[in-house]
């Protein structure tokens, strides 16, 4: 008869952990966001669609050392090096990445390739809309990757969230 009594105390108090949290949310206001009539509100370390970066001279930080590729999880990077021509420079190193592609039907936007890169060439963006017809779409390759050359000009200068 004790027992029955503990398991019904163990049961009535796990209940009341969990209707206490829905009790607490259930009267908070809801977040909205009016997409599309607003821009997105997106948090400092959100991890969007990534961008290959260039550095101050317009060349490519990318040197092709496929390190991104060995610590994706999905493996859904596939990038090709060629080597670096004097009448004819992708980068300041020796090599460059020819091909770059990342496959957005597998990434998981672990973070990991952002983390592997030396030279600091891949990082996460805020681009969020990744919802194509066709799944070769989802394969994006590296002309649609690079920031844009010259960058925009805005009123505040573009910042990368420091890491933790």
Known sequence: MASVIKEF???????????KVTFITMFKKPTTENYPAEPVHFQPRYRGIHVLQRDENGLEKCVACFLCAAACPAQCIYIEAA????????????????????????????GYCVEACPTDAIT?????????????????????LLEPWPPA???????????A
């Open 9 to 19: 105390a163990r049961t009535f108090v796990i209940l009341y952990k969990g209707f």
């Open 83 to 110: 080597e670096n021509t004097a009448e004819n420079r992708f980068t300041d190193a020796d090599r460059y990445a020819k091909v770059y592609n990342i496959d957005y039907s597998r990434c998981i936007f672990c």
């Open 124 to 144: 996460h963006g805020h681009g969020f809309e990744l919802a194509p017809y066709d799944i070769n779409a989802m394969v994006f390759r590296k002309e649609q």
């Open 153 to 163: 000009k805005s009123s505040a200068p573009a910042k990368v969230p420091a890491r």
